[in-house]
């Protein structure tokens, strides 16, 4: 039977471990935080206890820690064993894990996951890459987990993510500014609606259009965003995206578009 050792035990952490643990899968968890210890799975007080006998070692941590997380009972971690990394952090940080992990003779899989762990605990989507990822890949896509081998190298995952971020927490913060102006302004309610029924409707096609139209509208596009800029200062909203859009735009001018692939036939 497969083993599980976690480190880290925080939200996504927990909730992982509990569906493994749910899933008749021994998982052991160590976590140096005063939190909780998720149902089923056997808390231990040393990095060292919780790696024995494990096939693999989940580190489930905050980018800053994942170094930290890896060393922390290395030698311990039996050769053979694979290590995955879970940690949203760059593909460079994913690339020094894999050398690590490859001089202690250890299996490594760069980890992306693809939607919030909330709700969805290990049946998360994840994109992985590494040494380690058909092991990993067969192992947990078994218990439940959509994974997809994106890529060979360790941090072609972490890649693929970060690059999808930029779209996705950008866009937040983006609903958060136009809201912000949307109250200050009394419509608030009939923005939200708009906005909604908007990316509702959304698709490829819609998705390629913002991009294809903006090199040749880009000088109106220009004025229209400076005219949305001086209303949110009117409005008392500081217009941190507005003004990342003014000043794409006017970069817009003098630089070209992406490539948008096309739509397959059919």
Do not use: C
């Not at 899933?23 to 919780?50: C, F, I, L, S």
């Not at 894990?97 to 049946?123: C, E, Q």
């Not at 040494?131 to 072609?156: N, Y």
């Not at 959304?202 to 903006?214: E, H, K, M």
């Amino acid at each position: 039977m497969t083993r599980v050792a976690v480190f880290g035990l925080g939200e996504a952490g927990s909730l992982i471990a509990a569906d493994l643990a749910a899933a008749g899968v021994p998982v052991t968890g160590y976590d140096p935080a005063n939190v909780g210890t998720p149902a089923g799975v056997d808390r231990v007080d040393a990095p060292r206890e919780a790696v024995g006998g494990a096939d693999f070692v989940l580190g489930i941590t905050a980018a800053a820690d994942a170094v930290t997380a890896l060393e922390q009972a290395l030698d311990a971690i039996a050769p053979g064993t694979v290590y995955a990394d879970l940690s949203t952090a760059a593909p460079s940080l994913k690339q020094r894990l894999d050398d690590i992990a490859r001089t202690a003779k250890l299996g490594f899989v760069d980890v992306a996951l693809l939607a919030p762990v909330p709700g969805k605990g290990l049946r998360t989507p994840a994109g992985i890459a590494g040494s380690g990822s058909r092991a990993f890949g067969d192992a947990f896509g078994a218990l439940g987990m959509p994974v997809d081998v994106v890529g060979e190298h360790a941090g072609d995952a972490a890649l693929r993510k970060l690059l999808r971020s930029v779209m996705m927490k950008g866009l937040a913060a983006l609903l958060i500014e136009a809201m912000r102006a949307g109250h200050a302004a009394g419509v608030g309610d009939w923005l939200w609606r708009n906005m909604a029924d908007q990316l509702t409707r959304a698709d490829g096609a819609l998705l390629a259009r913002l991009v294809a139209g903006t090199k040749p509208h880009a000088r109106r596009r220009l004025q229209e965003m400076e005219a949305a800029g001086e209303l949110l200062d009117d409005l008392g909203v500081d217009p941190v995206m507005t003004r990342s859009t003014i000043e794409s735009l006017r970069r817009m001018l003098d630089e070209e578009l992406p490539p948008v692939p096309e739509r397959p036939q059919g």
